[in-house]
């Protein structure tokens, strides 16, 4: 079992930065794939970004591309998210999720856990 905490979450003017981080305990995290989502109040649950067990594999989905940085660190079991140059359409409560048997990362319903996600404002 993974329990996953996100934190780093906040106000931020357009064109600024933050480091989201995805806390996980359980001894499986290094062995699980681990994605970041986003969802607004009326939308459904979107991909942001997903990274490989190992780490050598990192994936966005395309209007975070260039912008936004996935990376772990299985030593003290988090995961980051670094995004740069915010614009407010990514504005949402972000999520990380892990799973051992995903196979694709974006697929959502291949993750077995969640994490109680971090609001993300973006103001313009």
């Known amino acids: 079992q993974v329990q996953l905490v996100e934190s780093g979450g906040g106000l931020v003017q357009a064109g600024g930065s933050l480091r989201l981080s995805c806390a996980a305990s359980?001894?499986?995290?290094?062995?699980?794939?681990i994605g970041w989502f986003r969802q607004t109040p009326g939308k459904e649950r979107e991909f942001v970004a997903g990274i490989s067990r190992s780490g050598g594999v990192q994936t966005y989905t395309d209007s975070v591309k260039g912008r936004f940085t996935i990376s772990r660190d299985n030593a003290k079991n988090t995961v980051y998210l670094q995004m740069n140059s915010l614009k407010p359409e990514d504005t949402a409560v972000y999520y990380c999720?892990?799973?051992?048997?995903?196979?694709?990362?974006?697929?959502?319903?291949?993750?077995?856990?969640w994490g109680q996600g971090t609001q993300v404002t973006v103001s313009s």
């Open positions: 999720a892990a799973g051992p048997t995903v196979t694709a990362f974006a697929r959502g319903y291949e993750y077995d856990y």
């Open positions: 359980g001894r499986t995290f290094s062995t699980s794939v």
